[in-house]
């Protein structure tokens, strides 16, 4: 499985940016898609994610109410939408894929297999 993240670039604090992730194959729609996020220096901190199977969502508190992950099952793509985009939101974020992650695992960055090549995300105040 490949993953291309795109969408990232130079926004005021306050705007918003949509992120994509689009992977290759036939199996999309039976991945569990997650979204990270790093900063030099830090560990890759989990961001959102989105359950193969039903669809449900999860956030990190820090972006709850302002981050929205989708996917579309026919484009092979899930999707960020940040909101209300603020200065600690910059970072490189990266789309992450698995088949059989469980609930309890989904904020582990290290148990996930696939992972796209990152997209920065500058906000500026």
């Known amino acids: 499985v490949q993953l291309q993240a795109s969408g990232g670039g130079l926004v005021q604090a306050g705007g918003s940016l949509r992120l994509s992730c689009t992977t290759s194959?036939?199996?999309?729609?039976?991945?569990?898609m997650a979204w990270f996020r790093q900063v030099p220096g830090k560990e890759r901190e989990f961001v959102a994610v989105i359950r193969s199977t039903g669809g449900r969502t999860y956030y990190s508190d820090s972006v709850k109410g302002r981050f929205t992950i989708s996917r579309d099952n026919a484009r092979n793509t899930v999707y960020l939408q940040m909101d209300s985009l603020r200065p600690e939101d910059t970072a490189v974020y990266y789309c992450?894929?698995?088949?059989?992650?469980?609930?309890?695992?989904?904020?582990?960055?290290?148990?996930?297999?696939?992972w796209g090549q990152g997209t920065l995300v500058t906000v500026s105040s």
């Open positions: 194959g036939s199996t999309f729609s039976s991945y569990t």
């Open positions: 992450a894929a698995d088949r059989g992650i469980i609930l309890s695992s989904i904020r582990r960055a290290y148990l996930y297999d696939y």
